[in-house]
């Protein structure tokens, strides 16, 4: 059939020559070069490469891959510093403006940001804030604020008076130098004013999240106070924007009468409407498309009401969010729809569109500069005196006054979205919004150092001192670092079997951390309550007291570990995250076996990237575990895991000793269980510890024990066991050997003994006389 298509469809062009002569139009590309000699056909090739590139949509592409690339990059690299990555992002987006690409590379600037393409990007961006803003109204719970409405309504309102004034007194005071052949002195008094009293919301959440408290009566002040903030910072925004575009007081309040009007109508008519929709799909797993595209109607309804009245379509679309159903089951399946693409895709091109209008060549004297440190400084002072002063006066303590105060300074996006309106609207000079700009970078980035200031200043509590009673009470703390949900039930029967004594109570904490501070504080909760349900069943059916921590954060070794350095735990039990089957992810291709240099090729990658390769597993995110935490670790390789029965304790070196007490915990807390010594290096015969601790052991539990005479590891040995106990040290030198029992080994717990600070500190003052090793005789 093909070759028969083929020979047709010749035979039917050559006839179709005749009708060459009939065309006279001029869509044919023909590039002629200045002395009439017709160019090549590379040359016509590479002309019509340029012409596509030149195309508007080919053009808002390229945009759009160079936006996200370097926001990507940016805001990875603002959360490994501990940084919200919306600085990165907006970053970003100066660094591809004219301050840094424009100004070291001015041809790819007016190539990549040509004025004639920017509307495109311009319309994607506004849509990109409407959906924002519609998750950011998702995200408020109207019954949280009502059931908190006292003091955080005070402190958000203090937060927003306080900046307001000091901003409309600086903004008399440079007004005549700055805005005075803008616009009128009230328009640029109320925007100066709006812009130092507002608080992002979105990031402050973040934040809070991210530092663990969530749950804590500091987290939940600040999110409601934030809360309150934007809701009543938003309101002043539209009544701002009125005042402004119609000239007068008086004329603004026909749009302020408006606007209050359709406030009513939302929340009195069409929230009670959604309520009950939201009642009817809150079992649902999904959303239909019907569903979905009448909510989206209505938010992009509201977006253009709100911009008709003239108080601006992102409050319409705040405002369409704040009244979906309080159903968070509901909400969850709206913003699972709606803020990947927002936040992603479309936020980006946002805060590019704020970089292009960001010149910061402008402030090009030491004088704009002071005026610049001038608006960071009332700003930062401005809310925390509104914040922090305003909580302490209502009962807070010094700690979390100070905590609210940082935190109500936080600005990100939200003040970025104000620059812009003010920017558009003609109020903000150019300088001016420079300076904003920088501001609202400031104050966002020096959230994070001032609370762990704070926190420096004002330690939670005396570690050394806790760490004492908890030694003198007997009480072995242990953290299990739970990643995949489903290791739960392995991680807590391990612990019971080896950490459990029958003098000291064991206290197991279980830590369970989502990558991703982009993860909405929202529904958090209910993440807690889905990754802890497995391993809470397991507790409860194996008799076994367990507390739960949930964290949301971007490192998620560093979160472990400051976890358990912070709280005195005394073992750390990870989950290394190993395949069953061991297998390298690439295997050697028949395709490519008689080329050698590929294979080469193919063959290190697999072995760099082969599941028992310490690259993957010690000497990444591991050892990180082992080298940082201050307590003993121990890393679990789930194989197939179903119990423990018999055991291989690896000894290699003499410091494996502690291995043999691990061993006899376990015999002690369980029966039925074997123990199998693999003495690699005939240590019994040249170490008096080891051959000492074999003996005892043996003595103890005479047929429980058994020393196996091979001393080479081998499939066969390993086969025999299912659980094997190992050092740290031994396991490093046994998996860069690379060798292909390996693969063979039965689930495995790698233990890193380690006396914590607080062990040696407790030894050293002599605080308490309970035995170091908790493994020891006398425990």
Request: proline share 4%; hydrophobic share 50%.
């Amino acid at each position: 059939m093909l070759a028969l298509f083929c020979i047709l469809t010749y035979i039917l062009f050559q006839h179709g020559k005749i009708f060459d002569g009939h065309f006279t139009g001029h869509n044919k590309l023909a590039m002629v070069i200045p002395n009439g000699i017709p160019s090549s056909n590379f040359d016509l090739f590479r002309q019509a490469i340029q012409n596509n590139i030149a195309e508007p949509a080919a053009m808002l592409l390229l945009q759009i891959i160079s936006i996200l690339m370097v926001s990507r990059v940016f805001g990875f690299l603002f959360a490994k510093i501990g940084q919200p990555t919306v600085i990165g992002e907006i970053l970003a987006g100066i660094v591809l403006g004219p301050s840094l690409l424009g100004y070291f590379y001015p041809e790819a600037f007016h190539f990549l940001f040509a004025a004639k393409s920017l509307g495109n990007l311009y319309i994607l961006s506004q849509i990109g804030l409407i959906l924002f803003m519609f998750t950011i109204g998702m995200e408020l719970n109207i019954n949280t604020l009502k059931e908190k409405i006292g003091e955080t309504y005070v402190i958000s309102h203090a937060s927003i008076l306080i900046p307001y004034f000091f901003g409309m007194l600086i903004a008399y005071f440079v007004y005549q130098e700055f805005a005075a052949s803008y616009t009128d002195f009230i328009s640029f008094a109320l925007f100066i004013g709006i812009s130092m009293s507002i608080t992002a919301f979105p990031v402050l959440a973040r934040i809070v999240q991210e530092k663990g408290l969530s749950k804590t009566h500091l987290g939940t002040i600040a999110i409601a106070s934030a809360a309150n903030d934007d809701v009543t910072a938003w309101c002043i925004l539209a009544a701002v924007i009125a005042i402004t575009k119609t000239g007068s007081f008086v004329s603004s309040l026909y749009t302020i009468g408006f606007a209050v009007l359709y406030v009513v109508f939302m929340l009195f008519l069409v929230r009670p409407f959604l309520k009950r929709i939201g009642n009817i799909y809150s079992n649902n797993e999904v959303l239909n498309k019907s569903m979905v595209a009448f909510l989206l109607l209505i938010l992009i309804l509201s977006a253009f009401i709100t911009q008709v009245i003239g108080i601006h379509a992102l409050f319409g679309a705040f405002l369409a969010g704040v009244v979906m159903p309080q159903l968070p089951h509901f909400r969850k399946l709206i913003i699972d729809k709606i803020e990947d693409v927002s936040v992603t895709l479309l936020l980006p091109l946002f805060f590019v569109f704020t970089g292009l209008r960001t010149e910061i060549g402008l402030l090009n004297s030491p004088h704009l500069w002071m005026i610049c440190g001038i608006f960071i400084l009332v700003a930062v002072s401005g809310k925390f005196m509104g914040g922090a002063f305003t909580a302490r006066i209502l009962g807070e303590t010094w700690k979390d006054s100070l905590s609210i105060g940082i935190l109500m300074n936080t600005r990100g996006l939200m003040e970025l979205i104000v620059l812009n309106i003010g920017y558009e609207m003609g109020i903000l000079p150019p300088s001016i919004f420079v300076m904003l700009v920088i501001m609202a970078l400031v104050t966002t980035f020096m959230t994070t150092p001032a609370l762990s200031v704070i926190n420096r200043l004002f330690p939670a509590k005396d570690v050394e001192n806790e760490y004492s009673i908890q030694q003198s009470q007997g009480i072995f703390k242990a953290l299990i670092a739970l990643g995949n949900p489903d290791n739960g039930k392995s991680l807590l029967s391990v612990a019971k079997t080896l950490l459990e004594g029958t003098k000291n109570s064991l206290a197991v904490t279980v830590l369970h951390i989502t990558p991703g501070t982009d993860t909405n504080p929202f529904y958090g909760e209910q993440f807690s309550v889905e990754s802890f349900k497995g391993i809470k069943d397991e507790a409860l059916n194996q008799s076994i007291p367990i507390e739960t921590e949930y964290k949301v954060t971007d490192n998620i070794e560093l979160g472990i570990v400051k976890s358990a350095n912070y709280n005195n735990f005394d073992f750390l039990l990870v989950g290394a995250g190993i395949s069953l089957s061991g297998i390298p992810f690439f295997k050697e291709s028949p395709l490519f076996k008689n080329i050698k240099w590929l294979n080469q090729i193919v063959n290190s990658i697999s072995k760099q990237q082969t599941f028992f390769y310490p690259g993957t597993l010690i000497k990444d995110k591991t050892r990180y575990f082992i080298e940082n935490s201050n307590c003993s670790v121990g890393v679990f390789i789930n194989r197939n895991f179903e119990g423990i029965t018999s055991t291989l304790v690896l000894l290699q070196q003499e410091s494996d000793e502690f291995l043999l007490r691990y061993a006899r915990r376990l015999l002690k807390n369980n029966t039925g269980i074997t123990i199998n010594i693999l003495d690699i290096n005939r240590l019994a015969s040249t170490s008096e510890v080891i051959r000492q601790g074999i003996h005892d052991l043996r003595h103890q539990f005479p047929t429980e024990v058994k020393v196996n005479k091979v001393t080479r590891l081998n499939s066969t040995v390993l086969s025999k066991n299912s659980f094997m106990l190992i050092s740290y040290r031994a396991w490093n030198i046994l998996s860069t050997s690379d060798k292909k029992e390996m693969k063979t080994i039965p689930s495995t717990l790698i233990i890193n003994k380690k006396e914590s600070r607080f062990h040696i500190g407790a030894r050293n003052k002599a605080v308490s006389n309970v035995p170091l090793d908790p493994f020891s005789e006398n425990l």
